[in-house]
């Protein structure tokens, strides 16, 4: 009887005129939940495999020899929030998958257009906005912790593992945000909220906005280290701005 209601259950998430009941909706949102936490605890494992490898990584974008680390756990448990983060990202496709198999049966032919794109360039835009800040990461600390810079010369950096990977961990999650402006923007474009008229008459104050999310969104109080966010959000606004006006919207 099990196997019959399953099969009538994808039968009906087939057909787009069928209406599934409250309990199968909460039997796909389980299937999906078991499915994504599954591929979250393979991926956490695999990672922390490697964690060794991927500390290494993290340490020589980071143009660091060594790090410490102040308490007895402090390593041990430094590999596993390495683990648990490196795991989310390495289950997110899944994640992404079921959530869109969860949510498909109740889209339209047009919605679901619009939203399998923006969830599939969302994790694309934000995995971009992870190599960004990757990228970045040697500037950040030479320049905030250059002796005689924005630290005093009388100090040292000794760089303790679990601050060091707090910081890594809050640059990637603003670099990953912030580069899913152009996705937002277009979607927003596409769903007729805004165009790239309004867009570009209202250029001035999107500069400054975006000067403002850069301040907010990167650490330290210099002058220099928002630019290296700021220029990139500019530079994704005009696309976003360009590609709404070559779509003609």
Known sequence: MALLGRGSRQSRRRDPEAQMTVVEHLEDLRRALI?????????????????????????????LQQAIFLNVTGGFMFGLRLAFYVGILVA?????????????????????????PLVFFSYLFFLGGVAAALFALPIFIKILTFPGFFAPIELKYLPDISQLFSFI??????FGL??????????????GIINSSWLYRNR????????????????????????????????FWEGAALALKLSGR
């Open 35 to 63: 499915i994504s936490i599954v591929a979250w605890v393979v991926g956490t494992i695999v990672a922390y495999v490697f964690w060794h490898d991927e500390f290494q990584f993290l340490l020589h974008r980071a143009g």
């Open 92 to 116: 997110a496709p899944v994640i992404l998958w079921q959530m869109w198999w969860f949510v498909s049966p109740g889209l339209l032919q047009h919605e679901k257009r619009i939203f399998f």
């Open 169 to 174: 961990l809050l640059i990637c999650l603003g």
């Open 178 to 191: 912030v580069f899913e402006l152009p996705v937002v923007l277009y979607a927003l474009g596409r769903l």
């Open 204 to 235: 001035l104050y999107w500069i400054l906005a975006l000067g403002l999310l850069a301040n907010l969104m990167t650490p330290g109080a210099d002058p220099i280290t928002p630019l290296i966010m700021f220029i990139p959000l500019w530079v």
